[in-house]
């Protein structure tokens, strides 16, 4: 065994004849166990936020969505249709969305008409955040779902047959609009069910079959704004979306669930950035305890050191006592700090026994990638820790 690890091991399981100075190693021990554990629930507890969060987007927007650059619709021709005939495409979907102006008993509302076909919930199940009433019925052409903060704002219910919801939309044209009256196409639908997702989402679509947004927008039969496209689980989304781009048009864009979500993954990834490096500066802190600890031992063991020192022991051998010690010491906390908090984790994911809610329990993912994050953190800032108490030690003290 190495000369200082020999050493270093000694010191670290054996007690000083001054009480203070185990006070103080059993302090610094603890507060890296503790930091541990913290770094590691809280890095799992946003792991789990995000999953949670990003669970709501699975529902509403798909794996790749396809439009154009320039100009707001296209024709879905043989072209695009043959592109779309890859193994790795599970399923897609035409849709229409515009921008429209609602009313409702006197109340209105501006927001986005969603026109999809019957291929719709094979893409994207939407279907399952419909809490009242029911999805759209492909066989009635004039029926609608709408989100759950448009129907807070005008007061609509499912299946009231006395009032209508009206869409309208501005005609196709140049200039000034001189009558209000012929400048917008309208229909009047029946809604049938409420969703509820996220409040961006529900105070933004309203959903209607995909034939009643064309003729609402005067689209022809195969006139549509988006294609949106499902993946088989195996597929690489990179690999696809980079293979349909070169058999598309260079007029058409295809993008990434996360590429029509970039500012909600850069709020997130923000998050749980911040969220790390406030835990590290308290683990940072923390690790003065380390540093204050080995310290405390240097100037206790000093007479050791000195007969060491005088047997032909060299100062940097000295010195690398200390930082085996530290380091050792910051081990065992990182060890006992990860067998609490992975147990934690793992229970709670199960259990779910903290709970936000009542019915809702506060997410936690557990990824190796966290465990890499915080051993990776602990190992690096112990080791600095540990360096720098050993710093002290000089030929003048040895003397």
Do not use: C
């Not at 699975?58 to 296209?74: C, Q, T």
């Not at 999809?116 to 066989?139: I, K, M, P, Q």
């Not at 069910?193 to 009643?212: A, E, Q, S």
């Not at 540990?386 to 003397?399: D, G, H």
């Amino acid at each position: 065994m190495d000369f200082s690890l020999y050493i270093a091991k000694r010191y670290l399981v054996s007690k000083s004849n001054n009480n203070t100075i185990n006070i103080i190693t059993m302090i610094a021990t603890l507060g890296v166990i503790v930091s541990t554990a913290a770094l590691f629930i809280v890095l799992s507890v946003f792991s789990g936020l995000k999953d949670f969060s990003l669970n709501f987007l699975r529902v509403a927007d798909p794996d790749l969505k396809i439009s154009v650059i320039n100009g707001k619709s296209f024709f879905f021709n043989d072209s695009i249709k043959k592109a779309l005939l890859k193994d790795k495409i599970a399923d897609y979907t035409k849709v229409i969305e515009e921008r429209a102006f609602f009313n409702y008993n006197e109340k209105s509302h501006i927001a986005i008409i969603k026109g999809v076909d019957t291929n719709y919930l094979h893409v994207n199940r939407l279907d399952t955040a419909v809490y009242f009433g029911e999805w759209l019925r492909y066989d009635a052409k004039y029926t609608s779902v709408v989100g759950s903060g448009i129907a807070n704002i005008l007061s609509v219910g499912a299946y009231d047959f006395l009032e209508s919801l009206k869409i309208f939309v501005p005609k196709p044209g140049e200039g000034y609009i001189t009558n209000p009256k012929t400048a917008f196409s309208k229909v009047e639908t029946q809604p049938i069910g409420i969703f509820k997702l996220t409040d961006d989402l529900d105070k933004k679509y309203v959903f209607v079959n995909l034939k009643l947004a064309q003729e609402l927008l005067n689209y022809k039969s195969d006139q549509i704004t988006a294609v949106e496209i499902k993946l088989s689980e195996d597929a690489n989304v990179d690999k696809i979306q980079t293979e349909l781009k070169n058999k598309l048009d260079s007029n058409f864009k295809v993008q990434t669930r996360e590429q029509l979500n970039s500012v909600f993954y850069k709020m997130l990834n923000t998050e749980n950035l911040v969220s790390y490096l406030v835990f590290t500066l308290i683990l940072i802190i923390a690790l003065f305890n380390v540093i204050g600890a080995i310290v405390m031992m240097i100037i206790d063991k000093k007479a050791n050191l000195k007969t060491l020192f005088h047997l032909g022991a060299p100062v940097k051998e000295i010195r690398k006592i200390f930082v085996l010690q530290g380091f050792l010491l910051t081990l065992f906390g990182l060890f006992i700090g990860l067998l609490l908090a992975i147990p934690f984790v793992l229970l709670q994911k199960k259990y779910g026994f903290i709970m936000i809610t009542q019915s809702l329990a506060y997410p936690v993912e557990f990824n190796f990638s966290n465990v890499f994050i915080v051993i990776l953190t602990i190992v690096i800032l112990g080791f600095l820790a540990a360096k720098i108490a050993s710093a002290r030690i000089s030929t003048k003290l040895m003397e």
